[in-house]
């Protein structure tokens, strides 16, 4: 059984930092790509970040680009989103995703999500 935990949500001020992590269990990590997707309280979820199977290949959405980073440890079978500079627009539940495809966007699997609120 596939499971997907993230952590690492909270209330964080404008401008601040914070990194999500998702733990990946039951499935071979290294073979999945791995994405981050957001929905903000009213909106459409949309795809964040994306990184492939062994971190050769990212993409943002482009809202995040130049503050956000996804990276990935397959030895610790976990995916990580760093988001710096953080703004209002941001405010938004955060999901892992993890799939078997060429796109970045790959979203077989999801996970429960964590909050992200950036509010001062």
Known sequence: QVQLV???GGLVQPGGSLRLSCAASGLTFSSYTMAWFRQAPG???EFVAGI???GGRTDYTGSVK???TISRDNAKDTVYLQMNSLKPEDTALY???AGRSLSLRANQYWGQGTRVTVSS
Do not use: A, P
């Open 52 to 54: 492939n199977w062994n």
């Open 6 to 8: 993230e952590s690492g």
């Open 43 to 45: 909106k459409e979820r």
């Open 95 to 97: 999901y892992c995703t």
């Open 66 to 68: 130049g503050r956000f």
